[in-house]
């Protein structure tokens, strides 16, 4: 029998760092590109032996996973199978018009397109990125919107995966672009209420939003709006919901501002609503003769809703609404002329309540034990149909619209599941975990209805856990081909997400941050005490943050799991915030603390950032992914972890590294090549439970 595949060899390239009195030696920084800027506009700039060493790696990790090919591949055909190739989103109505985006079979990318409202002919192509994308081994639209009086079409398109976009416009009575390209910019626009201007956001050499232009909208010179000069903040533009004003929204993850330009005078000087204050966050839109402002100011940790009758809403003008309660999580609010409609999570559950502008106000909500709901964003303002989408791990996804005055629910669409789907052979459950500090942590689990419950079926405990950000129960294709081959899939809501309030994301960061990766394995700990699994065969799965998550119990806990997938995984978390090159290490300070300048960060950080805390013993099957273009988890990341693993790793367990090298954060850009990287994860996770590495 032929000997098993070895390991790229990377070598050891001692590099020291004193910092607030403290040495690290990093072994492995020699893997980050000193040019890496560049290396985000142009992949093939890559240092030679950097690029030697994510070959190797990417041969290795093929060679260890050929045996994996077929099932990969049949996974890949059954997600496919599970996805309506033609399909098309539900028009969206603007005056003459109804929009929507369609697949045309085959195709990777959609047809943006219009035709009359409420006709069922004379479809014109707005955009078609298909074609757009051939040729091309990245293609990504951000932004893509018509203007107001539907004469331009604009949009935002990346073609490596660095996240710089180019925006262009284009009349849509003649099919010819208008004014030149807008380079290096964000992937977000808007056009102002007249159709007059383009707003948009220029990212500048290290890939952070920190300058807000206008143009004319048919072409012509870009005079610079606003100007950020704290780094640490992200931009944002837009326009409010009865079209009174443009907004420009400045932030990181616990501090925000808003700055007003009157659509009636779109080349005014933004003016700021309320300067910021570290720690206040605040959101606006304008409800047709007063402002409403979402906020957790004075102490209102899950948020609170204000209104403000003042042309411009300081603080000192908002007037007490919608109160704040603990535990009930105002997560944001749609406006429409007659009616506002509030978002809701209380206990990881979403609903929604509508109000009328006359007063009175009525839920929304329904009775699985674990769902999804969320508003659809419209085009009009007057209007009494508000659009949601409700799904669960069971039920596929339906578009509903709501009349917001009678309270009719007309199911616009369900998803297609081409290859058949019967919600009643599944089930969907709500667990709850306690976590070393009493806390409970729910977790949804999703089976076969006949999957037994003695601890023999593998399981995927998926986790994430930063930013505020809630895992939503919802549908997935991609998730039943491990389902339907007996496993069980498993979502933990850990602290770090907002998916128990706002209040949970605050206790599961900065020096918090430990209860993220404690509930996660309080979680695992209760699965298996319930017979859910057993330890040793469950398979964890995170990425981004939920990668770092990935390394940090990978590191406390080795023997609970049969195998770690890390996706684009954030796990050289001391290196990368203190480094004030990259783009997101100044926004993130507030989120994990700034180790350049705080000791008591530094030391924390260092306490539980994977890569510096492996250490020697027998780590479990691990799979970690990234991309070369990717400008938010840079690809040395994973690369180094790696490396660091093998080297002090006692057992035998394979840990392979796979970088896309055409794509960044969000891996392959079409909509199938994207399930052949999933389907990837997921037969590894099988091939790592099924010991398919052991040599006999």
């Known amino acids: 029998m032929s000997s098993p595949p070895k390991p790229p060899s990377a070598p050891k390239r001692p590099h020291r760092v004193e910092q607030l009195g403290r040495v690290r030696v990093d072994d492995y920084a020699w893997m980050k590109d000193d040019d890496w800027q560049q290396v985000l506009r142009d992949p093939k700039v890559l240092r030679a032996d950097v690029r030697d060493h ?91 919107s018509h203007s107001p009086d539907h004469a331009l079409y604009a949009w935002a398109a990346d073609e490596q995966g660095s996240e710089y976009y180019t925006i262009r416009a284009k009349d849509l009575a003649t099919d010819q672009e208008v004014g030149a390209p807008i380079e290096s910019a964000y992937g977000a626009f808007t056009f102002s209420p007249d159709s007059q201007w383009l707003f948009w956001i220029w990212r500048d050499e290290n890939a952070r939003p920190s300058k807000v232009f206008r143009r004319p909208a048919r072409g012509g010179d870009d005079i610079l709006v606003y100007e950020e000069a704290d780094d640490g903040m992200f931009l944002g533009v837009g326009t409010t919901s009865d079209d009174s004003h443009i907004l420009i929204h400045v932030g990181n993850q616990e501090t925000t501002e808003v700055l007003l330009i009157p659509a009636s005078d779109p080349t005014a000087v933004p003016v700021v609503a309320e300067p910021r204050q570290v720690g206040v966050k605040y959101s606006l839109d304008h409800w047709t003769d007063r402002w409403v402002v979402h906020t957790n100011a004075d102490g209102a940790v899950d948020f609170k809703l204000s209104t403000s009758d003042a042309g411009v809403p300081a603080k000192a003008t908002w007037r007490a609404w919608i109160g704040h309660q603990p535990g009930r999580y105002i997560t944001g609010f749609a406006a429409f002329a007659g009616h506002l409609v509030r978002a809701e999570r209380v206990n990881a559950l979403d609903k929604l309540v509508v109000m009328a502008r006359d007063g009175g106000e009525h839920e929304v909500a329904f ?125 933990a809501h850990i602290r770090g997400g907002s998916d128990k309030g706002w209040g949970w994301f605050l206790d599961g960061r900065k020096e918090k941050k430990p209860n993220t990766f404690s509930d996660f394995i309080a979680c695992a700990d209760h699965l298996v005490a319930e017979r859910y699994a057993t330890k040793g065969r469950i398979a964890a799965y995170g990425g981004s943050a939920g990668g770092m998550l990935m390394g940090a119990v990978a590191n406390l806990r080795p023997e609970l799991w049969g195998a770690i997938i890390a996706a684009v995984p954030f796990v050289d978390v001391l290196n990368t915030m203190s480094d004030t090159t990259l783009p997101l290490t100044p926004p993130e300070w ?84 994207f399930l052949k990287e999933i389907a990837l994860d997921y037969a590894f996770a099988v091939w790592a439970l099924g010991k398919g590495w052991k040599q006999p």
């Open 367 to 491: 009775d699985e034990e674990a769902y999804a709901l969320n508003l659809e964003g419209g085009y009009e303002y007057d209007t009494t149909t508000a659009r949601f989408v409700y799904q669960s791990p069971t039920t596929p996804r339906q578009t509903f619209d709501y009349d917001l005055a009678s309270r009719a629910r007309t199911l616009r669409k369900t998803q297609e599941v081409p290859s058949g789907h019967d919600p009643a052979g599944y089930v969907a459950r709500r667990l709850y975990a306690k976590a070393p500090d009493g806390q409970e942590v729910p977790i949804t689990v999703l089976m076969r209805r006949d999957t037994p419950l003695d601890g023999t079926a593998p399981l995927l405990l998926y986790g994430y856990g930063s930013y505020g950000h809630a895992m939503e129960p919802s549908f997935s294709i991609r998730n039943l081909s491990l389902v339907d081959r007996g496993w069980i899939w498993a979502t």
């Open 54 to 144: 994510l070959d190797a790696e990417n041969a290795y990790t093929r060679a260890m996973l050929a045996e994996t090919e077929a099932l990969q591949a049949k996974m890949f055909a059954e997600m496919k199978g599970r996805i309506k190739e033609d399909d098309s989103s539900v028009p969206s109505p603007d005056g003459p018009w109804d929009y929507y985006v369609r697949y045309d079979l085959g195709a990777q990318h959609p047809l943006h397109a219009r035709r009359p409202r409420g006709a069922g002919a004379g479809e014109v192509i707005l955009l078609d990125e298909e074609a757009l994308s051939k040729g091309k081994p990245f293609f990504q639209v951000g932004e893509a």
């Open 590 to 673: 507030p989120e994990w603390g700034n180790p350049l300048q705080d000791a008591a960060a530094y030391d924390l950080i260092a306490s539980y950032s994977p890569y510096d805390q492996v250490s020697a013993q027998a780590y479990p099957p691990v799979l970690a992914t990234g991309g070369l273009s990717d400008p938010r988890v840079t690809y040395w990341e994973p690369a180094k972890w790696v490396a660091r693993l093998r080297e002090f790793s006692t057992g035998d367990a394979p840990i392979l590294l796979k970088i896309n090298m055409e794509a960044g954060h969000g891996g392959a850009s079409g909509r199938f090549d």
